[in-house]
């Protein structure tokens, strides 16, 4: 969420950055101003009436001490009070509705986000790796999947539905090896501390870090308990600290966890509808920081450095790409996605998102730490969508596919599953 001091001293400004998102947002800006107004002039009368209250109240006083009718003075205050208590009514729906509209505004990209509209505007930071070259015609991970047993999609559908997988065999042990790879070199190498987040949260989690209101439509809500399945770990990992003040001493903070996420993907009828490109529950290994606002910039290259570390690891080329404006996510200031190079397919899939939120989520939350000033400072929050599991799986599958259409594990992942080949 944004500040409402800075929207009010540069509003300008505000509008600037918010363009380069290619949205228009000016109405929503406009309508917050014009509350904000509201808001202030409201104030202004209460604290006036609450000065003529306490004047009246002493002259009541001093009347009273002289033996002198003060029912005037009474009456007026009585009068000051209805109103005051009318105001405070009119002050608490402003402010609601104020707060609903910073909700709904996204985040403003930092200086650095390139201008664009859509992914194919990101500029490519570097590419790292070569793609695989095969004396044979590569198959695409449906085909390597279902041809070795590894995944299901028809008894996923007859259980479920469309757009979720069975892992079966090998090829559940070999999504459950990269789990634990990837906590493992998180937290050995790393220096994360492992958390085991639930997989269900609160309404007032999801709206913590942007979920809610703007992607109600793409979230699982459980009846009418206020509840929901989790889009990705980052919701209940980033929350753990919410309402909270933390100590400087206690910062930076970093986080790594396993959980399966959820998404009605709504908007997405009709887009990737073969094999585990886009599903309805897949696992992600989410990567979160909570730092200083002066070092988050640092941290958001350590972070994208740790989540290549693992396609680095396990042989799989892959591509650095910096978010543009129009392309951005509705809470971050600048991201780099991470794309994995699927030879069968012959296509960069997305695996991972490193972004900076910088106090967009803690404002949200208010997650704050107590600084050296003594005064207290709206921490930064930073994601690394540490890494998109099923993606990660068709990436391995179709690398290090041989002509008989086993797969070769790289060397990282051996002693996960105690073989070679699969």
Avoid at 31 to 44: A, E, F, G, V, W
Avoid at 280 to 307: C, M, N, W
């Amino acid at each position: 969420m944004l500040d409402i001091k800075r929207v009010r001293e540069d509003a300008a400004g505000v509008r600037e950055r918010l363009r380069v998102r290619g949205k228009g947002d000016d109405k929503l800006i406009d309508d917050l101003l014009s509350h904000d107004q509201t808001r202030r002039k409201l104030l202004t009368e209460v604290e006036e009436l609450k000065a003529e209250r306490n004047r009246t109240s002493k002259e009541v006083g001093q009347l009273k001490s002289k033996g002198q009718d003060a029912s005037e003075q009474l009456t007026r205050m009585k009068e000051v009070s209805a109103r005051i208590g009318e105001l405070d009514q009119e002050v608490a729906e402003v402010e609601g509705l104020q707060r609903d509209l910073l909700l709904r505004i996204p985040n403003t990209p930092h200086p650095s986000v390139p201008t664009g509209e859509t992914d194919a505007d990101n500029p490519v930071e570097r590419e790292v790796g070569v793609k695989k070259a095969f004396d044979f015609e590569p198959k695409d991970h449906v085909d390597l999947g279902v041809a070795r047993g590894l995944i299901e999609f028809e008894a996923a559908a007859k259980v479920s539905g469309s757009g979720f997988v069975v892992y079966t065999g090998r090829g559940a042990r070999l999504e459950r090896a990269l789990i634990n790879y990837l906590l493992d070199l998180h937290t050995t190498e790393h220096g994360y501390t492992e958390i085991s987040p639930p997989f269900i949260v609160r309404g007032a989690a999801m709206e913590g870090t942007g979920q809610l209101p703007k992607f109600e439509e793409d979230m699982y809500r459980l009846g009418e308990d206020e509840m929901y399945l989790i889009p990705t770990a980052e919701v209940p990992v980033t929350n753990l600290h919410r309402e909270e003040i933390l100590a400087e001493a206690d910062l930076p903070k970093a986080y790594a966890a396993y959980t399966p996420c959820f998404r009605r993907e709504a908007g997405s009828a009709g887009k990737d509808t073969r094999g585990m490109i886009r599903m309805h529950q897949f696992d992600k290994v989410e990567l979160v920081h909570i730092v200083r606002p002066e070092s988050s910039y640092e941290v958001l290259e350590t972070l994208t450095g740790h989540a290549e570390k693992v396609l680095q690891s396990l042989g799989l080329a892959y591509r650095v790409v910096t978010l543009c404006g129009g392309d951005l996510g509705f809470g971050a200031a600048k991201c780099y996605d991470l794309e994995v190079w699927a030879p069968g397919s012959q296509r960069w899939l997305e695996v991972s998102s490193c972004s900076n939120f910088e106090d967009f989520q803690a404002r949200r939350m208010n997650l704050r730490y107590k600084g050296a000033d003594g005064k207290n400072h709206f921490c930064h929050t930073l994601n690394g969508s540490g890494t998109a599991l099923a993606r990660l799986y068709i990436a391995l599958l179709e690398t290090h596919q041989q002509a008989d259409g086993s797969i070769c594990l790289p060397e990282t992942l051996k002693p996960y599953l105690s073989c070679d080949v699969i």
